[in-house]
Each structure stands twice: as C-alpha cells, then as structure tokens.
C-alpha cells in the first residue's frame, strides 16, 4: 500500500480518535459508580483501577514492541477486539472478581492501544515531511477527543436518566451501548487504516512467522527503550511527570463523581447529573486541547506544558475544598479545561526526543510511567477517603500533583537551545 498524504493521515487519525473516544463518554462516570452501586466499598473500586494500572505497567512496553516491530494496524485491531470485551465484562460483572476480570482487560486493552495510532500518523507525516513537527493537529486531536468525549457523556446522562430498561440498574444501559460503539470502532479501525509497506498483504503464514519474529525482538526492545531513557534526561525527566500528572486524574476523574454522588444522595443520581456536566466538562477539555495549540506558538511547548500542570493541579485541590454540587461542578470544570491543555504539548515534547524506530516505545513508556502511578495514587487516595474524607484525599492527590511542574526544566532547557540554534521545525 502507498504512503498516505499527511492530509489523508490527518483526516484517518481525527476520525478514529472520534471512534475510539466517543464510547469513553458513555461511562467515563459510570466506571466509578456502577461498583459502588453494586456493592463495592470505595477503596475496591479505586483498587480495581490499580489493577488495570498494574496490567498495563506490565504489557505496555512489550505491546509497544509489538507495534514498533510488527506494524500499528494489527496492534489496532487486537486492541479494538480487547476493548468490546471488556467492555462487555464490566458491564455484567456483580462481584468483586468480575470487576476485576473486567479490569485487567481494559488494562490488555490500553496497553494495546497505547500509541500506535498516534505513532502510524506522526510516521506518515514524516514520510513525506521529515521532520515536521505535529503540535498543531496534537491539539486538533485532543480536540476532537474532548468532544467526543463531551458527547458521549452527555448521551450517557440521557440514558440513566431515561432508563427503560426496569430489569438493569440505570447505570447499566451506558455500558451495554459502549459495547456496541466498540464494535463499530473495531470496524473502522479495520477499514481504514494502512500501513504504506509497499508489500502486498502476506498469506496467514507468513503473518504468523512475522508475529512469532516480532515477539522475539519484543525483549530487545523493552531493553532499548529503558537503554534510551537512561541516555536522555529530558525523556527521563518527562516521564516522570506522569508520576505526578496520575494524582490529579484519580481525584477529578473517580474521586469527583463519588463526592457527587455523596453530595446528592445516590450513585443513580450522581449517573445522571454527571453526564451532563461530563459533557461539559469535555468540552472544555476540548477547548483547553485548541488554546495549547496557540500558547505553545507563543510561549513554547514546554512552557505552555508548566504552566498547564501547576493550574490543573490546583484545580483539582479545589475540588476538595468546595462545598455543594454546585461549587464542585464549577471546579471540575475548570480543572478538566486545563487538563486539556497539557496533553497535546506534553507529547510534543516526547515526540521531539523519539525517532520513528522507537516512537511507539517511548509513547508507550510514558503511558506505563503514567498507569503505573495512578496504580499506587488510586487506592492510597481511596485509603485516605475511607480514613479521612473524600475531600482530603481531593486536596492531597491535587497538592501532590503541582510538583510535577518542576520535570519539565529540562524540556525547557532543551527548546530554549534548540531555538538559540535556529532548529526551528515545520509544524503542522
């Protein structure tokens, strides 16, 4: 198959992005509280994100391997397979082993679909455009993932407060629906998206051949990637602020709905008020993902990456310290706003330390770095909310996070040299 034009690439990566996350907003909310509802106490529940964080931990790399090796889409599609399964698990699970079932295949899941789209798309850029820099359809694409999201959710607050189904919880009906969309993005994964190999497809034998090769080199892989780490402090330095980065995520994406859901008096209740402020919220997501794009071209991505962190960080310290739904819905708001614009220019900044031998490992180190992390925040924060309160461990995941601002130093100091030397990329 021929190469895509980066226009082509560009338009096939927004819109499985759309595919992939759209979904997502059906039960980003519904993740927290359909255990609760189901019985699970609050620790269990931010346990089972643990879980999850611990499988991806340790698939992430070898599955990265696999990508780097054997190519993106067959990677895509198993991951897409993973996800309808997954996605079919949480949603039938009653007790704590089948959520915990459920959990460890969305980590099989994540860990798979971590960074091969974005790598097939950078490296089809660069085919045609060594060199380009991709900032600019980054934030495009975190973008599109902030309204996809923010539709999804708000689909998902009509469906649990509809509800037509009396022999499901109302919180039920989202995931039913997830399974379904995963399908379709199953299909569209399939259907659109090439690798330009210039080879015509292989028989099944020698695809197998290629797999069993690929696995070989998964090891040598896994080793060059940790081998790349230990030679470059600013990639070093970048993942470790997914250490930080993790905290945050674990209160305004699982502590915020269940403080809600203690705020109104039901998981129910909090279901379908959270869908719609879910919605919001990703669109403001959406919005903040658009406003990096241009601060960066003002002020520099590593720039633009500090100061997202610090005030996302103190957004979500907010969260814990108001009182009423009201109050924690205007926080939650501005705290995902900001958690938009970090995104696209922190991996702009990883893109700028990879090469395309190793783009996928080094997006996939970070993803691991970052599930890694949010497996030890989740339940140490859960503890706290069991102990303390759910506002403490708000303002604790949130103050832990700020510190995070300080790995981007060496990112900064690299663009400011980068600049004084007149390496200046195309960006796109």
């Known amino acids: 198959m021929s190469v895509p034009t980066p226009a082509a690439a560009r338009r096939v990566f927004l819109l499985l992005t759309a595919t992939r996350w759209f979904p997502v907003g059906l039960v980003v909310t519904a993740t927290t509280l359909l255990p609760v509802e189901r019985g699970l106490s609050v620790a269990q529940t931010l346990t089972l994100l643990s879980v999850t964080g611990l499988v991806v931990f340790v698939l992430e790399l070898p599955t990265a391997g696999f990508a780097d090796s054997l190519g993106r889409r067959p990677v895509l599609v198993t991951a897409a397979v993973v996800q309808v399964l997954a996605a079919v698990a949480f949603a039938t699970a009653q007790t704590l082993a089948g959520f915990a079932v459920a959990a460890v295949a969305t980590g099989v899941f994540r860990a798979l679909d971590s960074g091969p789209l974005e790598a097939w798309f950078v490296d089809s850029v660069h085919a045609t455009l060594p060199g380009a820099d991709v900032d600019r359809t980054l934030a495009h694409q975190g973008t599109v993932l902030g309204v996809s999201i923010a539709l999804g959710a708000l689909v998902s607050g009509g469906l649990v407060w509809w509800d037509p189904v009396n022999a499901w919880s109302a919180l039920t009906l989202p995931y039913v629906v997830y399974a379904v969309l995963a399908v379709a993005h199953l299909a569209a994964v399939a259907l659109l998206l090439t690798e330009g190999d210039g080879e015509v497809r292989p028989p099944w034998r020698a695809r197998a051949s290629r797999a069993v090769a690929s696995a070989r080199r998964a090891p040598a892989t896994v080793a060059g990637g940790l081998r790349l780490v230990r030679g470059n402090r600013v990639l070093l330095a970048l993942l470790l602020v997914e250490v930080f980065w993790m905290t945050a995520m674990v209160v305004f994406e699982s502590l915020v709905p269940l403080r809600m859901a203690e705020l109104v008096g039901s998981e129910a209740r909090a279901g379908a008020l959270m869908g719609p402020v879910a919605a919001v919220g990703w669109a403001v997501f959406a919005a903040g993902a658009g406003l990096a794009g241009l601060a960066s071209a003002r002020f520099g991505a590593a720039r633009t990456a500090m100061a997202a ?32 614009s970090g995104g696209p220019v922190y991996n702009a900044l990883l893109h700028r330390e990879a090469a395309a031998h190793n783009r996928a490992t080094v997006l996939s180190m970070a993803s691991m770095v970052g599930f890694l992390s949010a497996a030890a925040a989740a339940p140490l924060l859960g503890w706290t909310a069991g102990v303390l309160s759910t506002p403490a461990a708000m303002v604790a995941g949130g103050g832990f996070s700020v510190l995070g601002a300080l790995c981007f130093l060496p990112a900064l100091r690299r663009e400011k040299e980068l600049r004084a030397a007149g390496e200046v990329a195309v960006r796109l």
């Open 309 to 340: 962190r610090v005030l996302n960080g103190l957004g979500a310290v907010w969260t814990g310290l108001v009182a009423g739904p009201a109050a924690l819905v205007a926080a939650y708001l501005v705290t995902y706003g900001l958690h938009g």
